[in-house]
T-cell receptor, first 112, second 111 residues
Framework: GQQLNQSPQSMFIQEGEDVSMNCTSSSIFNTWLWYKQEPGEGPVLLIALYKAGELTSNGRLTAQFGITRKDSFLNISASIPSDVGIYFCAGQRGGSNYKLTFGKGTLLTVNP | DADVTQTPRNRITKTGKRIMLECSQTKGHDRMYWYRQDPGLGLRLIYYSFDVKDINKGEISDGYSVSRQAQAKFSLSLESAIPNQTALYFC??????????FGPGTRLTVL
């Protein structure tokens, strides 16, 4: 089935550092989404991208929809301890295909 | 109050038991989904429903069944639980093809 390759699997960084993670696919998606999951909670949407090349920010988070529509990245600037969690990318084909395909997640640990 | 709620939040059961997980939403969304999350595997779709009369299998539906009792309620059943169904289960909702919003999850352990 459809797969998204998300990397890295985990990151250990110091507070204040910038973070970058990405997702790639062998197939095209029309929508890319980035979610964050904290312990004991469900994933929460951070950023949604709907157009190839789109660059969108949400506070210290910036995500881009790759030109080829087969990849996306998420950057977090000046990390803080509450950034800790698992970050998931998800792709959606669009049209009549509602399904989300999720990456396996990036576990982020921020050392104060 | 949370828009998407799941009950129970935690459940421990024995092999062979029937289990029902419930999901309710106040968002007024037409579409509801059940996902399973396992460490290192991300989220995988079990079943989805576009409205009360519509039920569809996802990628891992074997061993599960669902019921859409009303627009706001979507329950997941394990008819005869087995240990490899130990996982985190998430309900999600969306309005049409729009963004999916997730509930807080149910942690299920099958002994």
């Amino acid at each position: 089935g459809q797969q998204l390759n998300q990397s890295p699997q985990s990151m250990f960084i110091q507070e204040g550092e910038d973070v970058s993670m990405n997702c790639t696919s062998s197939s095209i998606f029309n929508t890319w989404l980035w979610y964050k999951q904290e312990p004991g909670e469900g994933p929460v949407l951070l950023i949604a991208l709907y157009k190839a090349g789109e660059l969108t920010s949400n506070g210290r988070l910036t995500a881009q929809f790759g030109i080829t529509r087969k990849d996306s990245f998420l950057n977090i600037s000046a990390s803080i301890p509450s950034d800790v969690g698992i970050y998931f990318c998800a792709g959606q084909r669009g049209g009549s295909n509602y399904k989300l395909t999720f990456g396996k997640g990036t576990l982020l640990t921020v050392n104060p | 109050d949370a828009d998407v709620t799941q009950t129970p939040r935690n459940r421990i059961t024995k092999t062979g038991k029937r289990i029902m997980l419930e999901c309710s939403q106040t968002k007024g969304h037409d579409r509801m989904y059940w996902y399973r999350q396992d460490p290192g595997l991300g989220l995988r779709l079990i079943y989805y429903s576009f409205d009360v009369k519509d039920i569809n299998k996802g990628e891992i539906s074997d061993g599960y069944s669902v019921s859409r009792q009303a627009q706001a309620k979507f329950s997941l059943s394990l008819e005869s639980a087995i240990p490899n169904q130990t996982a985190l289960y998430f309900c999600a909702t969306s309005e049409g093809h729009d963004t999916q919003y997730f509930g807080p999850g149910t942690r299920l352990t099958v002994l």
